[in-house]
């Protein structure tokens, strides 16, 4: 298996666009996560999902991101409108069970100017 | 609820240890993990340690667990600069299908 797949590994955009980050998780892999992480607040979990169903979302800075995951084999995280301060490295994992070791992938360093 | 603490940077001169420490609030976890960060690249898990056991050792790698105190520490023999990276510890919680919580990670810098 090629790991977790995240695209694109770089993203730069201008403020008030909307960015769409994507993610490819582990085949056979039942729980799903969205990380962001900074230089300030280190490493932050925004969402997870258990075989495909969102579970906790607390994590969500703002009604500006949103996630969605149609499918065992895809999800993604979607800022709309960004703001330079969304900008950081997403990473997406996933693992087996929820609980278990989580595979993460290489990121999404985006910036917003 | 539970919460995962690392120093922030530690140094050290090539050839020397290095120890890692954390420290962790939930009792009921059954599994903790060493994550290891390159730069510019994701997460890797690097060892773990079922709840059940005092010490594991793997190479250069030797993790140390008190679950008494809750405190977790990684040490890595003679350190090279390969090793500089950022290090994550990350707990099982007990509650179960929950996610790993992580700690903010300790910067470890080796000095040629």
């Known amino acids: 298996d090629a790991g977790v797949i995240q695209s694109p590994r770089h993203e730069v955009t201008e403020m008030g666009q909307e960015v769409t980050l994507r993610c490819k998780p582990i085949?056979?892999?039942?729980?799903l996560f969205w990380y962001r992480q900074t230089m300030m607040r280190g490493l932050e979990l925004l969402i997870y999902f258990n075989n495909n169903v969102p579970i906790d979302d607390s994590g969500m800075p703002e009604d500006r991101f949103s996630a969605k995951m149609p499918n065992a084999s895809f999800s993604t995280l979607k800022i709309q409108p960004s703001e330079p301060r969304d900008s950081a490295v997403y990473f997406c994992?996933?693992?087996?069970?929820?609980?278990?070791?989580?595979?993460f992938g290489q990121g999404t360093r985006l910036t917003v100017v | 609820g539970e919460d995962v603490e690392q120093s922030l940077f530690l140094s050290v001169r090539e050839g020397d240890s290095s120890v890692i420490n954390c420290t962790y609030t939930?009792?009921?976890?059954?599994?903790l993990y060493w994550y290891k960060q390159e730069p510019g690249a994701g997460l890797q898990l690097l060892t773990y340690?079922?709840?059940?056991?005092d010490m594991k050792q793997d190479q250069r790698l030797t993790v140390l667990l008190n679950k008494k105190d809750k405190h977790l520490s990684l040490r890595i023999a003679d350190t090279q600069t390969g090793d500089s990276a950022i290090y994550f510890c990350?707990?099982?919680?007990?509650?179960?299908?929950?996610?790993?919580?992580f700690g903010k990670g300790t910067r470890l810098s080796v000095i040629a």
């Open positions: 085949s056979g892999h039942n729980s």
């Open positions: 939930d009792s009921s976890s059954t599994y």
């Open positions: 340690i079922f709840s059940n056991m």
């Open positions: 990350a707990e099982s919680p007990g509650s179960g299908n929950t996610p790993l919580v």
């Open positions: 994992a996933s693992s087996l069970n929820g609980d278990t070791e989580a595979f």
